[in-house]
């Protein structure tokens, strides 16, 4: 078995997380050899002993190979194909395995993240047709979570005009959430790309969409938070970038408006705030 096959399987099984497979990943390179004894892939991993025999007792199930028929069908990346995209290496925690349904050629382009409030407004909306339709000539491919709300608004907006985007979700690729965007989630995985690190099958949860975040902040070279309350995962997600020296864009609005707020406060902080396409155009030109 190749170690890349392992990852996979790593990935599909339950009882593992993310710092054992590093662990195993870790001690298969150093060794040059593929671990495939499930006990001994649970010592590696430093399972507990309800971890290890959870593990043990679906790696030798008929359910796990049905899992893994079912996800051979699928685009698959890992981190340790030649494609994987360096900027994400550089992420935290960069993900080591990623199931694509799409143009898997986007994630060599250069890629602005769009992220908002799930409530945006009107203004929200007006805001990212202004500043992304012109970005058509641009060459770049839009990012966002394919929530409802902002990040709706960018993939639309991005369809519209025939920009490229992306969408990150935080489910199964089998699986649309919010409902109202199967169609739009449909369309992307058509002509654009989606992304997901979560298998087949598997629904929303809350602290799936905070580490989906994080692939959204890691892919992009810019970011741009369309509009946030003061509290918001839009704002970890502009964390994560600032940490990921990417390039943070805000746009303001009024002080007294809730979902400006958080906008406000980045651009205080030192985001560099956006009124046009050039503010954005100006993040990918080579720097001098």
Not at 243 to 267: K, Y
Request: proline share 6%; charged share 15%.
């Amino acid at each position: 078995m190749q170690l890349r096959s392992l990852l996979i399987r790593l990935h599909l099984a339950h009882g593992i997380g993310y710092a054992g497979m590093v662990r195993v990943l870790q001690h298969c390179r150093q060794v040059q050899t593929v671990v495939t004894d499930p006990r001994r892939l649970g010592k590696l991993a430093h399972l507990t002993a309800s971890q290890q025999g959870r593990f043990t007792a679906d790696w030798q199930s008929m359910a796990f190979q049905q899992r893994l028929k079912r996800h051979a069908q699928l685009d698959i990346l890992t981190i340790l194909d030649d494609d994987y995209p360096p900027a994400l290496l550089e992420a935290y925690q960069p993900p080591l395995v990623l199931f694509l349904r799409g143009q898997r050629a986007l994630l060599t382009t250069r890629q602005l993240a769009v992220v908002g409030a799930r409530q945006a407004t009107s203004y929200a909306e007006r805001v990212t047709t202004q500043l992304l339709a012109p970005l058509a000539t641009a060459k770049l491919t839009i990012v966002s979570g394919l929530a409802k709300g902002a990040d709706g608004f960018a993939h639309r907006t991005a369809l519209r005009f025939n920009l490229p985007t992306i969408g990150v979700i935080g489910t199964g690729l089998d699986i649309s959430y919010p409902r109202q965007h199967r169609d739009l989630q449909q369309q992307i995985s058509q002509v654009g790309l989606l992304i997901s690190e979560y298998p087949l099958g598997v629904g929303p949860e809350p602290y799936h969409f905070v580490a989906r975040n994080r692939i959204i902040a890691g892919l992009c070279q810019t970011v741009i938070v369309v509009e946030a309350q003061a509290h918001s995962g839009s704002l970890i997600t502009a964390n994560i970038a600032l940490q990921n020296n990417r390039n943070v864009l805000a746009v303001p609005g009024p002080i007294d408006a809730p979902f400006s707020v958080g906008c406000n406060q980045l651009i205080v902080a030192g985001a560099k705030p956006v009124l046009n396409s050039r503010h954005i155009i100006e993040e990918f030109l080579p720097k001098i």
